[in-house]
């Protein structure tokens, strides 16, 4: 079996795996005060053009959206996201766990706008018992989005915008940038994101790591204490090391950005064959995510040999899956996905 | 500089990093549901002699205390612990970040005893308005302590009996079971605990991991639906493999006993030396743990080619300092330690 | 001015004030364990056909939904309710601060029906990673809703047969139930509920008294411990005998029914005329909360002289204002409304 | 039976409960957003000299504690309180559900002093991982205590001054503020708290109101969106008014010192009382509280005419018991209770 099922399923990128076994019986100091934390995290300040912003490194993305939206927010305030966002639909209440209410807008393609942020602020000030609603307290966006679409570098400035305006802190996930930052078509970089945002992370599970986020935070303000609130949440890693020296070899090099560039590719190619096949996409991404719409029957035959991720049911005989390239994904698999599809 | 200030210091056992190297390639699917994880459970309930216990694998220990926690207690309830417990100390409120309150016992050389637990609970229920105190709901203890000791069999045993008279689910907190299991003068087992606790944990990040505490709940009761709450405390680790290929390498022949076994083995080395050299310990341990009362002119000196963790200013002159072996402690640096403190 | 703009503008009824002077100087144990309290209890477990059922007595609405959610509820689950039900839209995320999100079902006219929730519930378990999302935990309903309606016997009972196949509890939220059991063409009767549901409550603040919810809890599972939880969340009153001697006045001799009777006859009134005055309603309701849609010449000439509450911009000139009568409407104010409408 | 178990024992005081029925039938907006609301804010500005604090009305104390520390501390806060402060021991968890831990400090006759705050806050940044243990965040300190005793001017002026120094936010449990202010040698007036304190609140529920506190935050800083979290924590009463003019009749007079007078006077007497009659105090507290030192015999023919609050086994043959007079009490009680004392 051959999976497209998600972008976790391999452990890492041979160069961190080597990485690993130079290091072996090296000693370090615990808990990411070590020197492959301090030179990861001055690799992505500069990579970032941000030589002010702090930068953090946890586990996973879950455990990250908590501690940063726990770290922002009031107790009386909720953040602004997506119906479809990552926090809003597959966190078993992460966000509501650290006492706040996600404030879902309706995404179109995986993105909100804007205007809505502006329309949703302004009516709850404008009401004339504000106090009691859940104050908008922060808004949350990814990129690419769940269902791999990205911004372009106008969107996110407009709602950057909005946002500074209305006194909103802007956080951006960024559990798949590396694969968002290749977009086809996409238009916004790694130091657009540290100008525009005000705390993001940087996803290292997906693009090359065996684990590991690298939370980024340009805004003053928000940096204060952030290590007691990683702590509390349970996210200070005692061998903090580990993940410095993932980000190291993700970042000395480019090897983020290549790996990024690579996992779009080969959904590039994938989603040729798809047309070529005949078949159409749900979601037109531009990113490593794919939607085909397949007939129930192709579905089967596809299972024989790959695997896949039940998205939606859209009819009686047909269905939305989806299918992820990553860093990882070997050329001669999508070449016998593509043949398949054909045969289908 | 050598360092002797924790036993998370290292990467990992090099049986751990050839695995990773070995299944470089292979594809699993996530979250833990993946052929390492269900082998590597499978092992951990043989050794424990606990075939129906439920194992799941996390990443850390403050991740591992606050999930097992939150999934045990009702909200108005509390832990009983010690006033030295990690939970109570160095978590930075991650208990009570899940609305419970640590009902703290004074130590003795870092245990409890079945009498205090029994006083506690004897007296919250005697008062006359009880609704109006945090309600005992369980019973937390480490195994080693946060000191280095490690409970008897008949102090488990009275323990147990104590928590399972009054309806107090026990849990116990083994980031450190590895050198527990191997203290000197120690006699509980693997099988012991599982069969006198509700829940625990056999933890991998102090004892040959690079990181990972696997938890078990014996108790059916507490099974229900430990995944979701691992998944809302942030805890559900995309690439479950990792951790269940690392607790396979410790659990498949014996590395996990014999890790234990090495840094206590060393500690020992290491505590006649410090006898040896004519000071005392302020704990008398038999685990991998040591506390030295030290004139601080001989920790000045020390601290010129070794790295400790100052404990505690005993006087103006002394103070205790903790030093850590573990799975990793190669026995020349012991050696080089015991003869600056001859020297010192 | 008149005040139309809630049911809670005036102190309480009469008779309550009179017995607070009749029982002055009278002194009593605290925090609910007084005599009043236990006779108030009685009458409306008489009432309810409920005699093994747990009552218990809060001073506020929003207070007792989060008490009770949060008695219910294991950490990892979520709560159903309309997305107009006032958990979801009105208590500043008083849900979410005890940790739970609540799973929004798209109203119709305020209610949810049988077939939502099984959906919801059908789906959460048919889905491969069921873990990844808020498990559904109970389902919360009120009566009467936020917009004035009531559920019929048969909607009421499908409801409940579906969530007691499922092992969902079922909450009614009754902060109006003195209206909603008073309801034009409703056939629900206190003892429907009490069989019906597993917890519910029934309001005082809005029916007659200067404040206090009785909560009823029939489902034994649910009694344990209610009080730790009531005072957890600072609703245990410590003048309890104030809610007492409210609920013993309120249902020693039928005001409470009365006083229900006697808020939706007047709103009655008040809907005629809205109708004779050639304007219609957003949501025909049956009790004590009427919702005309009127042009924004007639909304400004009323507010001369009268008080109502904003509900919804409908176009450039339209508006749906809320209109409450309540046990303590003034007939001859409901005739002063009734004839500036006509004259608007 | 004669009660003096506690000062919440009677409704209100007879002002009260004449303004109850002289504004019956009136009409008022909610939520204290009414005109007696504000002109008990104004009151209680003037008499606090505060003409900038903010002042909003809450129902009871824990709900009063719960609420004003969620709104200063940041999630991975605590706050400093007594070992027998009310938070501490006596409201069942529910500043721990606010996701805060206590750091509780041992009490001197029920106070703790700016010495021990300094050190705890000193010792926590000295520390070399500080952020693995919770940061102190605030103080908490009651007056009168839970035993009755009050700071001095000289103890409060400390204990502000070293929070001011290390950036603590000072806070003040006023519960039975007006016996506090009415202490035998107490020389603190509510003037100096407002200068001293960060936030406080005024207790009524023990001070001749029905229920209520009012909440004096001095600080701007904490002033922002405070309504937002009482929403949010159940404590916006629906009928603010009902706290408003309770407040309006303790402070538009002096009423509120006056009350506070009388249940001091009576305690002085019984004092008198239980010391002609050959007993001793355990806390000389110089308030409404008295923790006589008694055999059980005596305590026990008490039992017979008299409730008292049990407080203390002290040997076999000896207990502590608790004596609250009050606003309410009467002088020919305390006589009777004298004379029994007397002949025991």
């Known amino acids: 079996m051959i999976r497209f099922d998600s972008d976790y399923i391999e452990s890492a990128h ?6 690993l076994q130079a290091t072996q019986g090296e000693q370090s100091p615990g808990y990411g005060t070590d020197p492959h934390c301090k030179r990861a995290a001055d690799l992505i300040r500069a990579v ?21 939206i726990a770290a922002v927010l009031r107790p009386h305030q909720g953040v602004i996201a997506a119906d479809t966002g990552h926090i809003t639909t597959h966190e078993t209440g992460a966000i509501e766990a650290t006492g706040h209410k996600i404030l879902a807008l309706s995404n179109n393609e995986g993105k909100i706008t804007a205007r809505q942020i502006q329309e949703l602020v302004d009516d709850h000030w404008a009401a004339g018992n504000h106090e ?25 400035t407009a709602i950057s915008q909005v ?32 100008r525009l945002c005000d705390l993001f992370y940087i996803g290292g599970t997906k693009v090359g790591g065996l684990f590991g986020e690298a ?25 903090g090391f580990l993940l410095g020296l993932q980000f190291e070899c993700l970042f000395e090099d480019g090897l983020y950005f290549e790996l990024g560039r690579h996992g779009v590719a080969e959904a590039i190619r994938l989603r040729q064959g798809i047309f070529d096949a005949g078949f159409s996409l749900r979601y037109d991404t531009g990113t490593n995510q794919l939607f085909p719409l ?51």
Chains 1, 2, 3, 4 share one sequence.
């Open 48 to 68: 970032c053009e941000a030589p002010a912003a702090a930068v953090h490194f946890l586990v996973g993305g879950t455990q990250a959206n908590a501690t940063m």
């Open 215 to 239: 939370v980024v935070i340009p805004n003053a303000k928000f940096q204060q204490d952030f290590r007691y609130l990683m702590k509390r949440q349970g996210g200070l890693l005692a061998k």
């Open 294 to 344: 397949l007939p129930d029957a192709v579905c089967q035959k596809l299972a024989e040999s790959f695997v896949y991720c039940p998205w939606e049911k859209v009819d009686d005989t047909h269905s939305v899956i989806r299918l992820c390239t990553s860093w990882g994904t070997r050329p001669a698999d999508v070449d016998a996905l593509i043949e398949a599809l054909k045969k289908a």
């Open 14 to 19: 041979p160069r961190i795996l080597e990485r």
């Open 132 to 156: 009691h609603t859940v104050q908008p307290g922060m808004v949350y966006i990814s990129f690419s989005t769940e269902v791999g679409t990205v911004y372009s570098l106008e969107e996110l």
């Open 163 to 194: 946002c500074r305006e209305r006194g909103l802190p802007l956080m951006l996930d960024g559990a798949r940038m590396g694969y968002g930052l290749a977009a086809v078509g996409g238009d916004v970089t790694l130091s657009d994101i540290a």
